[in-house]
């Protein structure tokens, strides 16, 4: 079992920036990618960004591309998205999310472990 807790969401004006944080506790972080994904009000969920277990790989989607930055620290077993240059549209639930899988899907279909969720609301 691993519990997800994030952290680092709040109220941010437009251009502003925001680090979110993800702390794994249960079983051992490497063994698992990671990823984040989030909710817009009225809307499905969607994919944002994921790591892979060592954090040599990356990638992110196109509308969070060039601002949004994941990382993570195995020693810390937490993971991390720099969020800059934010907009009105960015606006959501943000969800920490843990796959014992080489590296996540952008459907989430291989995502065990969901956080609860911190929420970023960004004003125009």
């Known amino acids: 079992q691993v519990q997800l807790v994030e952290s680092g969401g709040g109220l941010v004006q437009a251009g502003g920036s925001l680090r979110l944080s993800c702390v794994a506790s249960?079983?051992?972080?490497?063994?698992?990618?990671m990823g984040w994904f989030r909710q817009a009000p009225g809307k499905e969920r969607e994919f944002v960004s994921r790591i892979s277990r060592s954090g040599g790989s990356t990638f992110h989607a196109d509308s969070v591309k060039g601002r949004f930055t994941i990382s993570r620290d195995n020693a810390k077993n937490t993971v991390y998205l720099q969020m800059n240059s934010l907009k009105p549209e960015d606006t959501a639930v943000y969800y920490c999310?843990?796959?014992?899988?080489?590296?996540?899907?952008?459907?989430?279909?291989?995502?065990?472990?969901w956080g609860k969720g911190t929420l970023v609301t960004v004003s125009s």
């Open positions: 999310a843990a796959g014992d899988t080489l590296i996540l899907d952008t459907a989430g279909s291989r995502v065990t472990y």
């Open positions: 249960g079983r051992i972080f490497t063994t698992y990618s």
